[in-house]
């Protein structure tokens, strides 16, 4: 039977914590580059320091934080502490073809998105113009950027630290050429009827943007990556005839293409994506 790693930081911590307290040590983590995510129970904080050790040095990262507080706010910022390793906490993270730098301690970056990411990577074409509403370090961005290559991407973005990294990060994959980065409220800054696709890539409030989205497609018309967060019982209908209300506003009418669960937020509730076409 293959040892995983898991089984690794549990034979190694059997040493160092209670026996009793073995079965709450965290079976998943984020791992962003050379730098690891946990999430530790309180009854777990004393140890802590012997803990980040052991995942380092199992999972092979310089540093292990704890996250505290899961992400907060307009900004979607992390709460998070250092417990074992290096204070310097930037790293690279590659995906699919694509490098993400950023600091973890910093901006967030979530592992279980993978799948989408790498499915926004075969979206567009070499034809079209697309607006990034929430664009980030550039989680949509860059693999649209990198591999399906369109005529232009205009990235939004008002988190000043994610900005500085979604710039790096344009440089960093060599997409220059094709990103735009604007940095401020997507309200005040997205260019508007230009765009034949519209990412909004963002939990929390997302309906009050599609007005935005809708101003940004060219002849208002166009596909729109919807994504937010809903109970699953509500799924499709809820956020449709929502989203159908907005449409109405502008004389434009709505049609589903298809929708993904991302990933589970919280019991019976989930981040769910609407691929949407926009038309009269």
Known sequence: MVETPFDKIKEKLSKDIPSTLLDSIPNKWEKIGDVAIVKLSDDLTKYKESIGKTYAEVLGCKTVLNDVGGISGELREP????????NETETIHKENGVRYKLDPQ???????????????????NKEEVVVDLFAGIGYFTLPMAVHSKPKKIFACEKNKIAFDYLVQNIA????????????????KIAPENIADRIVMGYIGGTEEFL?????SLKDRK????FH?????????????????????EFN?????IQYRKV???APGISHFVFDISVGE
Request: charge should be positive; aromatic fraction near 6%; avoid cysteine.
């Open 79 to 86: 709460n998070v502490e250092i417990i074992y390793g290096s």
């Open 106 to 124: 910093r901006v967030m970056f979530s592992s279980g998105n993978m799948d989408e990411r790498v499915h926004m990577a075969t979206v567009s």
């Open 172 to 187: 960093l994959n060599n997409v220059n050429s094709i990103v735009e980065p604007l940095f401020g409220d997507n309200r």
């Open 211 to 215: 007005s935005i989205a809708i101003k």
């Open 222 to 225: 166009g596909t729109i990556h």
């Open 228 to 248: 937010e967060k809903y109970s699953d019982k509500l799924i499709p209908n809820k956020p449709l005839n929502s989203l159908e209300k907005i449409a109405n």
């Open 252 to 256: 434009r009418k709505i049609k589903l």
């Open 263 to 265: 990933k589970s937020y």
